[in-house]
């Protein structure tokens, strides 16, 4: 389901409602157990409410609330450990804040034994949970109308995940009229009957959802019988919407320009920018307050290791293609580019530093753009900014390359952190993808995700290099 222009799987919302109310339960009677009848109702919801969500968001981080990995069927023993180490995070940060403003009820013990019983029904209920979703019955239904390449594509829209794991069924590809082009298995493709409609298709298989992935719809799309599924119920999805709602990307792959004009999102108003300012402004500046120690060591430790300046401009394009110079920490020798050649970086680069190895893990390089936010130039949350000899690279050689460029570029993005580090062509255009997803979604709430999600690239350190 969308919740504020974003696409966020119920199946994720579901269970963390659930795992909320698990935590929430337990803290509760661990409470009731241990109360000495002075309990003040008002101040124990709101203290169990607060644990539990510090609970939740400690989970997050750990990213057992990925879509990816509520069905992994491999890799269980890292689930419970996950669940183990984001409930004693969760107790070290109540306990942390208790030192400066002590709970009225809630106590530590209270908080361990609560959070203890939390790790076992939550162990029990995502056992309970995996035997449920891997049954068939639980499959979301799908037929998809068309049988070349962008229908062959809807069961490998996850190419992480075998057949099992994903989160739908594909029933049958029903063959478009006059259309014998076929590029999946022919005993899984329909050939319709004389008389046979799109509805009783659908109502034959209990088929949830159509999706229609016809390439050339003149002369081949159906319009009338699309029309009667929708009014008797049915779910009709546009390939190219069931990507973005899959993969949380745009696939060039499937996208028509008309989809994009006519389409929702790609909005630019006054408030929203006015909102997303404020936000890039608040972002950065707890940023740099907080990591304002790291500054000063990762600047000390970049003068000792490698001769040249600690800073380092470069021209990147930003909104509406001007160019700007952005700031980062150095983390390559000062003649890394002596012959004037702009190269992508490389995950065994020998032009790297000592140093410049563990910023670059760390996207601790990145932090001086915090300049570069507050001159306007760049925002908190948005795609990477190029240099212009790859804008103009790639702009050649991918379609709608500078849509990126509508919005403000950003120290972290979609981008960033759904995809590895860039370094080729064929990186450039998965990154798009993500991209035009944000700039066709981005709100205040996407933003929020974006930096929860950059905190759990940070921690595992992912895509750096």
């Known amino acids: 389901m969308r919740i504020f222009g974003h696409h966020v799987p119920r199946k994720v919302l579901l ?6 109310l698990i935590i929430y339960g337990c803290l509760a009677l661990a409470l009731l157990v241990q ?9 124990v919801t709101m203290e169990l409410l607060a644990t539990a969500l510090i609970a939740l968001l400690s989970l997050s981080l750990l990213g057992l609330y990925e879509p990816d990995q509520l069905v992994a069927i491999q890799g269980w023993h890292l689930v419970v450990l996950r669940i183990a180490v984001g409930l004693l995070v969760a107790l070290g940060i109540v306990a942390a804040y208790g030192l400066v403003a002590p709970a009225a009820t809630l106590q530590n013990g ?11 029904g939550l162990v029990a209920e995502r056992s309970l949970y995996r035997s449920v979703t891997a049954q068939e019955a639980f499959k979301h239904r ?24 994903l989160p739908y069924k594909v029933l049958a590809y029903i063959a478009p009229v006059d259309d014998g082009h076929v590029d999946m298995c022919p005993s899984r493709v329909i050939h ?3 008389g046979q409609t799109l509805l009783d298709l659908m109502r034959e298989h209990r088929a949830h959802e159509l999706v229609v992935a016809v390439r050339d719809r003149r002369g081949n799309l159906p319009i009338r019988e699309l029309l009667d599924c929708k009014l008797h119920g049915a779910r009709i999805t546009d390939i190219s919407t069931f990507f973005e709602r899959e993969r949380q990307q745009l696939r060039l792959d499937s996208l028509n320009t008309s989809w994009l004009v006519f389409g929702s999102g790609f909005r630019q108003d006054r408030f929203r920018n006015t909102v997303k300012r404020c936000f890039d402004l608040t972002a950065s500046s707890v940023l740099l307050l907080l990591t304002l120690p790291v500054i000063l060591i990762t600047a000390l430790a970049i003068r000792l290791d490698s001769p040249g300046p600690v800073f380092y401009r470069q021209t990147r394009v930003g909104q509406g293609n001007e160019p700007f110079d952005i700031y980062k920490f150095r983390s390559m020798r000062q003649d890394a580019e002596r012959d004037g050649v702009a190269r ?25 753009q915090v300049i570069n936010v507050f001159k306007g130039e760049m925002s908190f949350v948005g795609p990477r900014p190029e240099r212009p000899f790859f804008v103009e690279q790639l702009s050649e050689q991918i379609p709608y390359f500078l849509a990126r460029h509508s919005i403000r570029p950003g120290i972290t993005g979609w ?15 998965e990154k798009l993808q993500y991209d035009l997803y944000y700039v066709k979604n981005h709100t205040l709430f996407l933003d929020i995700v974006i930096l929860l999600e950059t905190v759990k690239v940070v921690l595992f350190g992912r895509g750096a290099r």
Request: hydrophobic fraction near 40%; charged fraction near 30%.
């Open 110 to 120: 209270t908080i361990s034994i609560g959070l203890a019983l939390a790790s076992v």
């Open 142 to 165: 799908l037929l998809v109308l068309g049988t070349g390449s962008r229908a062959a594509a809807v069961e490998h829209v996850h190419p992480d995940k075998r057949p099992e794991e």
């Open 15 to 20: 269970l963390a409602g659930v795992e909320g």
């Open 35 to 43: 109360a000495d009848g002075s309990l003040v109702p008002g101040a």
């Open 415 to 429: 981008a960033q952190v759904r995809y590895a580090y860039g370094a080729s062509v064929h990186d450039a255009r």
């Open 344 to 368: 992508w970086a490389q995950g065994d680069d020998d032009r790297i530093t000592r140093v410049g190895r563990v910023i670059r893990k760390l996207r601790i390089d990145e932090l001086p």
């Open 192 to 194: 319709r009957e004389e």
